[in-house]
């Protein structure tokens, strides 16, 4: 169900954020790294940086815009990574 959402919703970034899927059934080492607990799972990676995530699927469409824009953001450098 979400994975959809994130793949149209980061055609509108284009080549400014990449949006990449795995299944972690195929690679249960990076789901370990990551500590995934339950799926979905939705994380922000910069430079080999976690710096955001988020579980579930969201309700509304603002919620994944808000995760590409801050990405988007981040990539630019108009926003400094927590």
């Not at 149209?8 to 972690?24: E, L, N, P, R, T």
């Not at 710096?51 to 469409?61: N, R, T």
């Amino acid at each position: 169900m979400l994975k959809p959402m994130l793949t149209k919703k980061s055609k509108d970034f284009g080549d400014k954020v990449d949006y990449v899927y795995m299944d972690i059934d195929q690679f249960p080492e990076i789901a370990e790294m990551l500590e995934i607990q339950h799926i979905p799972k939705t994380f922000m990676i910069y430079k080999g940086e976690l710096v955001d995530q988020f579980g579930g699927v969201p309700q509304d469409d603002a919620k994944i815009t808000q995760f590409f824009q801050r990405a988007q953001d981040i990539a630019e450098g108009k926003e400094n990574k927590e």
